[in-house]
């Protein structure tokens, strides 16, 4: 079944003014513990830009802001990861639970067209995985990686979506 459009919703190419929305957006400990594979240090704004320039400069990356009403409310991306193309996203923890990070995926895959794609998502980020199955995710594998956020090793579910 596919999510309802959200008409409110938008989404945009990210320019460099947004920034630093997408760094206070990011600022909260509580959604790093969630997402598990963020950085080790949420506060660290060198670390932020050298890593959004290298985003912003990579033409293989894909990546949109996600717009509601005219105001910003996070961020979604392909890139690759282990030669796979492979979604990845952002929203602020206020706007948690509406819908959004599950109709802005959406618009995302639409736009994207690349199939098979790939997503990774930490064992107990529930949310998140229903977010990917809602948008035709399947479960693929199970990986283990270091959480820098965390200090320890992490089970990661794979999800691939192929049409």
């Known amino acids: 079944m596919e999510p309802l459009r959200d008409r409110s919703l938008d989404l945009r190419k990210v320019i460099e003014a947004d920034l630093p929305i997408f760094f206070t957006q990011q600022l909260d400990k509580s959604a790093h513990e969630m997402a598990a594979f963020t950085v080790k240090d949420p506060e660290d704004i060198d ?3 050298a890593r959004w320039t290298m985003i912003l400069n990579n033409d293989s990356i894909v990546k949109r802001a996600i717009v509601r009403n005219g105001q910003i409310v996070g961020n979604v991306l392909c890139f690759e990861l282990f030669g796979l193309p492979t979604i990845g996203y952002w929203i602020d923890k206020s706007f948690w639970g509406k819908g959004i990070a599950t109709n802005a995926l959406s618009l995302f895959l639409e736009e994207l067209r690349i199939r098979p794609v790939y997503a990774r ?13 809602k948008n035709g995710f399947q479960p693929f594998g199970v990986d283990r990686a270091f959480s820098e956020v965390r200090g320890e090793e992490v089970e990661e579910l794979i999800l691939i979506k192929h049409t």
């Open 47 to 49: 670390g932020f830009t």
């Open 121 to 133: 998502v930490a064992h107990d980020n529930i949310a998140s995985i229903r977010v990917l199955e």
